[in-house]
């Protein structure tokens, strides 16, 4: 991504998606996305991929990720 120099304050980076994020997970889902602004200019703008497949944990893991997020929940 090319940009004009000097202008760091004007650059953003974005990432648009869920705050949490429950397994199971395919390799290529989407479940996000990446955007790179300068100024209200958007210059790039990708999905975030999964890379390697997430299974669902077994029920162990799940009612100790539920403690979890249930504890770290506002």
């Known amino acids: 991504v090319g940009a004009p120099r000097g202008g760091d304050e004007a650059r953003k980076a974005e990432i648009d998606g869920?705050?949490?994020?429950v397994a199971p997970?395919?390799?290529g889902?989407?479940?996000?996305?990446?955007?790179?602004?300068?100024?209200?200019?958007?210059?790039?703008e990708q999905p975030?991929?999964?890379l390697q497949d997430a299974p669902e944990?077994?029920?162990l893991r799940r009612m100790s990720d539920?403690?979890?997020m249930w504890w770290?929940?506002?």
């Open 29 to 44: 889902d989407a479940i996000g996305t990446l955007r790179i602004r300068l100024d209200d200019t958007v210059l790039l």
């Open 48 to 50: 975030l991929l999964v």
């Open 72 to 74: 770290e929940s506002d």
């Open 66 to 68: 539920g403690f979890w």
């Open 57 to 59: 944990g077994n029920l």
């Open 18 to 21: 869920p705050q949490q994020l």
């Open 25 to 27: 997970f395919a390799q």
